[in-house]
């Protein structure tokens, strides 16, 4: 087992190859260039910063452009888009999107344009709820405690969403929110939901889905199921970022220790919707 005083050395020398990553970027640093940097072989510079991250330096460095690229596609074309994140062409920007993001560059340019979006604030088993939702499904769920607080969620969408038309449809949203929460919440798993995100984090969203109700599992089983034991740290990461509260079920995942962890919506609410499954499974 590594000890402190190691595991110290390491974290050093990962935050310097971050550091490194982060102003080299645009010049695509090979593995061997991060290592001599970092003072390490490549190796070993591999192999700890695998374990520290979940991912190698090279899928660091691929977040790093992706993430430079969605930035560059807002004001420039897709080309100019490729060049300036030190890509060779617009090809390998293409490959770069599909994988990271399950969308082309042209398409996340545009990303939602043409789209119609309802939303509606009710009121839940768990507070209040935000919901948006599209013909091709629902693309958010959000709990919150004052009505006033609903702003940040609208500027999410909005930010998440940014070319779509997004509209207040109460009345086709309190439909929905009744059907999800109705005491035969069962059927609420044939609803069809948007999901935008990574292949890692919807393949980790969908291991989600398949923890019964009234359960509750850690981070390392989610991780194990994905097929990928060391990559709980990166599992916790992704299931952060889910968006569709309740539905893709984050609430039954909690540390090995036992302690909830962390919730989006909060922990109070988190224990209260991992009892609140587990009373309605008990025969009446």
């Not at 969605?70 to 300036?84: F, G, I, P, T, Y």
């Not at 850690?218 to 060391?230: K, L």
Request: with cysteine.
């Amino acid at each position: 087992m590594t000890n402190i005083n190691d595991q110290h050395v390491n974290y050093q020398r990962i935050q310097k190859a971050i550091y490194y990553l982060n102003q080299n970027q645009e010049v695509q640093p090979s593995l061997s260039d991060i290592a001599q940097y970092v003072g390490v072989s490549d190796f070993h510079l591999q192999r700890i910063f695998s374990d520290w991250a979940g991912v190698s330096p090279k899928q660091f460095l691929q977040y790093l452009t992706k993430e430079k690229a969605k930035e560059k596609l807002r004001n420039h074309s897709v080309m100019d888009a490729a060049l300036s994140c030190g890509l060779s062409g617009s090809s390998r920007l293409h490959d770069l999107m599909i994988s990271y993001e399950c969308v082309t560059p042209g398409e996340y340019k545009s990303w939602g344009k043409g789209l119609l979006i309802h939303y509606g604030v009710h009121r839940s088993p768990f507070g209040f709820c935000f919901i948006a939702t599209t013909k091709r499904g629902i693309c958010k769920l959000a709990f919150f405690d004052e009505e006033s607080e609903q702003h940040p969620f609208m500027k999410e969408l909005i930010d998440e969403w940014p070319n779509a038309v997004i509209q207040e449809n109460e009345a086709d949203t309190y439909t929905l929110v009744q059907h999800i929460f109705d005491k035969d919440y069962s059927s609420s798993s044939n609803l069809n939901m948007l999901l935008k995100g990574s292949p890692f984090q919807i393949k980790v969203w969908e291991a989600l889905l398949k923890i019964p109700k009234g359960s509750i599992v850690s981070y390392q089983n989610v991780a194990n199921e994905i097929g990928d034991s060391n990559a709980s740290r990166a599992v916790a990461s992704a299931i952060a970022k889910n968006r569709i509260g309740y539905l893709i079920p984050c609430h039954r995942v909690i540390r090995s220790t036992g302690a909830l962890s962390n919730y989006r919506w909060g922990s109070d609410r988190k224990a209260a919707l991992i009892g609140w499954e587990e009373c309605n499974l008990l025969p009446l």
